[in-house]
């Protein structure tokens, strides 16, 4: 989508990419980028702190934790929590993102397996991929049969099959925003940004990609 | 536009040529700009839009 925004407006991207945690605390700091795009939470707070430009946001997406397996293998039975805690103890190893780097996923993860009763179980038999990487890259790899992340990065990895959302009240959905810096000095490219990034053909890429719609 | 400043008088070619200039300036502050973005969603890989959160 950046080359299509370049082309039709003239204006270049300069994009980084990380976790939420890291770019509320930098913006919170005084760090705002002309164009942020994290949680619809953040961006809320933000905007109440008078970082984010108020009225420039727009919701763009939503994704859910999901489980995922190699494609081709079995699909394990995730349809209640009963079924979920089964599903994780019968695994010879189980992939999510290490809730010590403080990635969403791996943290929220772990608060599931302190729920379910089985942390030191699956801790035991836990793999985490590097940090910012895919969990997937260990389905694919043969390392664990089970992979727990955000719906879109399992999808983004060629040959893993998303299984479902965790099941009822262990699942989590992450709502995500963009929103204009209040000091920007691209005002108006900001602005252009968003609503690109609010259009049907971004909302369409989006949508092939693993996330829901806003 | 051009034409007519082309063929116009002195009077009718300074105002074209404002008009021009701040065309030329309106663009520029509408395009050309480096955006910076902080994003957590977005191209990690060669194949793949994801969301680090």
Redesign the interface.
Known sequence: MAPKFEKATGNKLNITWGLISAFTKKAQEGDVPDVLVVSRASIDSLTKDGKIAAGSDATLAKSVFAIAVKRGAPKPDISSADALKTALLAARAVGYTDPAAGGASGVHFAKVLERLGIAADIKAKSKFPPPAGFVGTLLISGEVDIAIQSKPELASTEGVEIVGPLPGDLGSTTVFAAGVGASSPNNEAGKALVKFLSSPEAQAAFTAHGFDPP | MLAYIIVGDDTTRTVGALVILAIGVM?Q?????????????????A???????
């Not at chain 2, 194949?47 to 959160?53: D, K, P, R, V, Y």
Request: proline letters at 0%.
């Open positions: 663009a502050a509408a395009s050309g700009a480096e955006i910076k973005v902080y994003s957590t969603i977005g191209v990690k890989s194949g793949g839009l994801g969301a680090e959160i």
